[in-house]
């Protein structure tokens, strides 16, 4: 099964911090807009909560 993925809501309209998201039973994925054939960081469910809730936290710096 393919992934549906859609753009952040944090990326701004044509600025170069746009990335894109799919979820599926196993977890998620992550790519960059403008460069798709770059590819994706898949992640675990429990990688993908866990590194939802530290970015919440403010402990991941995204800079």
């Known amino acids: 099964m393919a992934r549906e993925w859609r753009k952040s ?3 701004s309209a044509g600025g170069p911090e746009c990335v894109e998201i799919a ?3 196993s977890g998620a994925g992550v790519r960059d807009s403008k460069n798709r ?9 429990e990688q993908w909560c866990r590194f939802v809730g530290t970015a919440k936290n403010g402990v991941v710096d995204a800079r």
């Open 37 to 45: 054939s770059a590819g994706e960081l898949d992640f675990g469910v």
């Open 23 to 25: 979820f599926d039973p």
């Open 9 to 11: 809501t944090r990326s």
